[in-house]
């Protein structure tokens, strides 16, 4: 007496957690289990379906019009015209044809193609099967309500042999309660993501259908990107886990007693899932083996970041970048020990490598992710040959997979090229997004327009014939309600025109969060401070055209936060 779960969203991973790791399910797919119920614990009496099996001979006697064929209490009878009219049925001296005239008038008759279905079968006899829909005893089943005068008439095996139905009996109130489970890092546990959810099962005669739960719009609320703070040290943690979640399913079910007291068969839980912060449109086939080795795409030879960036990516001396990484290397390399990242340095003027820098990183477990800060100022400060950012010319990131001293695997080279036109230019700035495959992206854009916008509600002050002029003029007349104020911006983007831009633009568009770098206002010069700082665009604020042999992006929206201001007398 179980629920047997006979789909889930994916391969098992098994408890405990060795052997094979499954491909984490973006955000884009379903979170989907089947369950089936157990019959036995639903259904404690069987039913059936009343049915009237009418068999006839190869090569029938023809009775005379108006010989009565009568079921369920509805009188037909056999006419000679027409093959069949809904009251009525041709005989001749074909048993097929016969056959074939008598399962066309049932179904052809309202209230029988209502109740059920006539089914001609050919075998070792001909015969009509008339099943009813409904599993339960069928009342004018008997006697007077049952004549079959004209297939007995036909002679030879012409007869019909009706069966009635019975009708069963339920678990009083049975129902099935899930409810979705994530596992929390912190507490080695798994906590409940939704309440439970009670489903009420559909039953038929003798077994009970399958229900199917899809907990991807729970999961995805749960499941997210964090953005880091603005400075050389920030990363996220692999043990906050948002950026990658482990689901379960749990699940059980309930009934009543004869007292109609409440009843609880065992709950379970099913194994975990992995379900990542990525989405891929709908004819995207390879999804997140582009991040799993041992599982990569033939176009695909290494290991992928979490980002759809351009090969090149442009940044400021004052930018902050991340690279987001999952582990996908869990089933490939189970000895690894540590990750390193490796950033290899070219300064302006010199065509050869600089400098190499190399920071460890602790192995993240298998359903989490990898933040490496790979911003300019931290490519400086790690840097023993480098004083200054206006030294880069660019710069490579890649992750290594370490067993102690031995490089075991690693991921795709990434390149920042650093734009040293745009030092100390107050009007360029970087924004973040969230990437489709769940890294934050950085992207340096114009600052073409920043406005401060108002927005109030005026309403007229009384004023008394005796008030002062002065006082009039200063505090009378129309005043402000509900006063408000934001920050307005246009940004913009101008690259050349190739279909990776195109791409990255679309990405920036289709992003569900938007941050800007903001400057802190320090009294101290020397003391300079970032904010990112959450940006809302317009609806339909967001647009990508070409410019010749360029493409550009525009954005327009507001800060998303209220200026502070004070209220009016």
């Known amino acids: 007496m179980a629920i047997s779960i006979i789909s889930d969203p994916g391969e098992s991973v098994g408890y405990p957690y060795t052997g094979t790791k499954p491909l984490p399910i973006p955000v884009s797919d379903c979170l989907e289990w089947c369950l089936q119920p157990d019959s036995a614990d639903v259904i404690t009496g069987a039913g059936s379906k009343a049915k009237v099996v009418f068999t006839i001979p190869a090569t029938p006697t023809v009775p005379a019009n108006g010989t009565v064929l009568k079921v369920w209490g509805y009188t037909f009878t056999v006419q000679s015209g027409s093959n069949y009219t809904s009251n009525s049925f041709k005989v001749t001296t074909n048993g097929i044809e016969t056959a074939a005239n008598l399962r066309n008038m049932l179904n052809s008759n309202i209230k029988f193609a209502q109740a059920g279905g006539a089914v001609l079968a050919l075998g070792a006899s001909i015969t009509v099967t008339f099943s009813w829909n409904d599993c339960r005893e069928q009342p004018n089943f008997t006697g007077a309500n049952m004549v079959f005068t004209a297939m007995t008439s036909m002679g030879g ?13 339920y678990s009083n109130g049975y129902q099935l309660v899930v409810r979705l489970m994530k596992w929390d890092s912190a507490t080695s546990a798994h906590i409940p993501v939704t309440e439970f959810e009670a489903i009420n099962v559909k039953r038929g005669c003798a077994s009970v259908e399958s229900e199917c739960v899809d907990y991807m719009a729970a999961a995805k609320k749960v499941i997210y990107t964090p953005m880091p703070d603005l400075s050389d040290s920030s990363e996220i943690a692999s043990t906050l886990d948002t950026v990658t979640g482990r689901f379960a399913l749990q699940y059980g079910w309930t009934y009543r007693d004869e007292s109609c007291q409440v009843l609880y068969g065992t709950t379970l839980q099913s194994e975990d899932y992995l379900v990542m912060n990525a989405v891929f449109p709908i004819q995207e086939t390879y999804k997140t083996r582009r991040f799993f080795d041992g599982n990569l795409p033939t176009f695909i030879d290494l290991p992928q970041f979490m980002t759809n960036q351009p090969a090149i990516t442009r940044l400021t001396e004052t930018s902050f970048a991340w690279l987001w990484m999952y582990n996908g290397w869990v089933n490939t390399l189970p000895t690894a020990t540590s990750y390193r990242l490796r950033i290899r340095i070219f300064k302006v003027g010199t065509a050869s490598l600089y400098d190499t820098v190399l920071v460890t990183y602790s192995l993240a477990d298998w359903w989490q992710c990898l933040c490496a800060n790979v911003s300019v100022s931290r490519v400086v400060n790690l840097s023993s040959l480098i004083t200054s950012a206006s030294e880069i010319d660019y710069y490579t990131c890649r992750i290594e997979v370490m067993q102690s001293t031995t490089v075991l695997g690693q991921t795709n080279d990434v390149r920042y090229s650093v734009d040293h036109s745009c030092a100390n230019n107050d009007n360029v700035t970087d924004l973040y997004f969230v990437s489709p495959y769940g890294g934050i992206c950085t992207i340096i854009c114009d600052i073409d327009e920043k406005t401060i916008t108002s927005e109030f509600t005026e309403i007229a002050l009384d004023v008394p014939c005796t008030t002062a002029t002065n006082e009039n003029a200063k505090y009378k007349g129309l005043s402000t309600q509900g006063l408000s104020a934001y920050e307005s911006y246009t940004l913009t983007v101008v690259d050349d025109y190739t279909l990776e831009q195109v791409e990255f633009f679309k990405s920036v568009k289709s992003a569900p969060e938007h941050w800007i770098k903001v400057q802190d ?33 525009k954005l327009t929206g507001r800060i998303a936060r209220d200026l502070p201001t004070q209220l009016p007398k």
């Open 157 to 169: 095996t012409g007869g019909a042999v009706a069966t009635n139905g019975a009708t069963p009996t």
């Open 521 to 553: 206002i320090r009294p101290e010069l020397s003391d300079i401070g970032y904010t990112a700082i959450r940006f809302l665009p317009d609806a339909d604020g967001i647009q990508i055209f070409q410019r010749g042999e360029t493409i550009a992006l």
